[in-house]
């Protein structure tokens, strides 16, 4: 009687999955039908891995540790596993993404100048892209800070979220600020070619060996800065000489393996610390500012990227692989924004709990490594769930009501407040 009663069931989840799939199926079709033609799916492909990149890795390598009073302090696998280096290597892809973002920006710079346009024109429209993502989230923490703490989310708990959701938007300010170039980074191009990045990388140079070289101590602290603009406006720049075609399969090769060796030659024989990213404790970093080492990874993942272009664009016309580029795409700044807010919210959630294995659990023994990794499709959930809501304020801001004035003045005070509390200026 019971296997009778249960036999059906295995049937009727095939089913289940059957059209779940055929409507997975139909809908990557239509989402490759909707595709223009003349769309540049390798560009997409690319942006969209350097974007899944920025959460894996800030899931991977960061973490929590509960102190005695109960509250989440922030902690770094890379404090305790060396391992774990070569991994910030792979996830470290803010090279292509300026890569990216210089080619798009300039083909759509010029696009623009056909129409008529100016360039003031063209550069508010980028900002505003960028820019209202931002507001929208740090507008929302601000909101969101008074009423936690007044359900018992510690003030410690809440300024370690804080820092890490603000940690990833300074990518925003310096690639909006690189962005404003973007005509200074065409008429370089026009008259030096793909050798216009050089410069960029001599000045990179230049500073490293003034603040870790034989005069390091007389060196003022202040100097690093000096790397901040060149350093990820290098990429942007070769991504430029890219879109204008002044950089082609001989230049991509030349990056490719000169930027290995370089990486190699930094890392072997000066000693440049092998994290891609900050290491809780370290006297040094690569990413901020970032060093010459930054630049060498930058190169050797531009030429691979522009060498693959061909091959991704091809496997990409496969509507199964293609739906997802366009979704993570049309989603670039909602995941840039929220996905530190989905892992903090699971271990707010789990600090009120205890200790738990890979979440609210310093990044010390081997099976924290084990229990992260399981927790990564449950960050990943809460993305998505978050992203669902959130994504309104990618959409163009309503212009000409008072109401719309109010609630952006609104939204800027309270972004400026978020900003202040986050960086521990108050």
């Given at each position: ?32 039908a ?11 492909g690319?942006?969209?891995?350097a974007?899944?990149a ?91 800070l ?5 359900l ?6 809440l ?70 603009l ?21 230049g ?29 404790g370290?006297?040094r ?60 919210g ?13 979440l ?65 200026l108050?």
């Amino acid at each position: 009687m019971t296997s009778t009663a249960l036999a059906p069931r295995p049937a009727r989840t095939g089913k289940r999955t059957a059209r779940m799939l055929g409507t997975l199926r139909r809908s990557a079709a239509s989402i490759d039908a909707r595709t223009p033609e003349h769309r540049d799916r390798a560009i997409d492909g690319l942006r969209a891995l350097a974007l899944l990149a920025v959460p894996i890795g800030h899931w991977l390598l960061g973490g929590f540790h509960l102190d005695g009073e109960g509250a989440l302090r922030n902690a770094s696998p890379l404090s305790s596993f060396e391992f774990f280096a070569p991994m910030s290597w792979v996830l470290q892809m803010l090279g292509i993404f300026f890569l990216v973002g210089g080619y798009a920006s300039v083909l759509s710079y010029r696009r623009s100048m056909a129409r008529g346009e100016s360039s003031g024109r063209w550069l508010r429209g980028r900002v505003a892209r960028l820019g209202r993502p931002v507001l929208g989230v740090t507008a929302v923490w601000a909101a969101a800070l008074p009423v936690l703490y007044a359900l018992g989310v510690p003030g410690t708990t809440l300024h370690s979220g804080a820092t890490l959701v603000i940690q990833p938007l300074w990518f925003v300010g310096v690639y909006t600020v690189i962005t404003a170039l973007t005509p200074l980074c065409v008429r370089a191009a026009e008259r030096l070619g793909a050798w216009a990045a050089a410069p960029l990388l001599a000045s990179v140079a230049v500073v490293d060996f003034l603040r870790y070289g034989p005069f390091a101590d007389a060196m003022p602290s202040w100097l690093s800065i000096l790397n901040i603009l060149p350093g990820w406006m290098f990429a942007y720049q070769l991504g430029v000489s890219w879109g204008e075609k002044k950089l082609g399969k001989r230049g991509a090769w030349l990056l490719l393996v000169g930027g290995t060796a370089l990486f190699a030659l930094l890392l072997i024989a000066f000693h440049y610390p092998a994290s891609m990213v900050g290491v809780p404790g370290e006297a040094r970093t690569n990413s901020h500012p970032p060093s010459l080492l930054v630049l060498a990874l930058a190169a050797a993942q531009s030429g691979a990227a522009i060498l693959l272009r061909d091959r991704i664009g091809k496997l990409l016309r496969r509507p199964a692989l293609w739906a997802p580029v366009v979704i993570v795409n049309l989603s670039a700044m909602t995941i840039l924004c929220w996905h530190q807010t989905a892992m903090f919210g699971a271990a707010t959630v789990g600090s009120f709990i205890g200790p738990i294995g890979g979440l609210t659990t310093a990044p010390e023994t081997l099976g924290w490594i084990a229990a992260r990794i399981a927790w990564l499709p449950v960050f990943a959930g809460l993305l998505v769930a978050l992203g669902a809501w959130a994504r309104r304020f990618e959409a163009p801001w309503a212009v000409g009501s008072k109401a719309a004035r109010v609630r952006r003045v609104a939204a800027g005070l309270l972004a400026a407040g978020f900003a202040v509390f986050a960086l521990g200026l108050a």
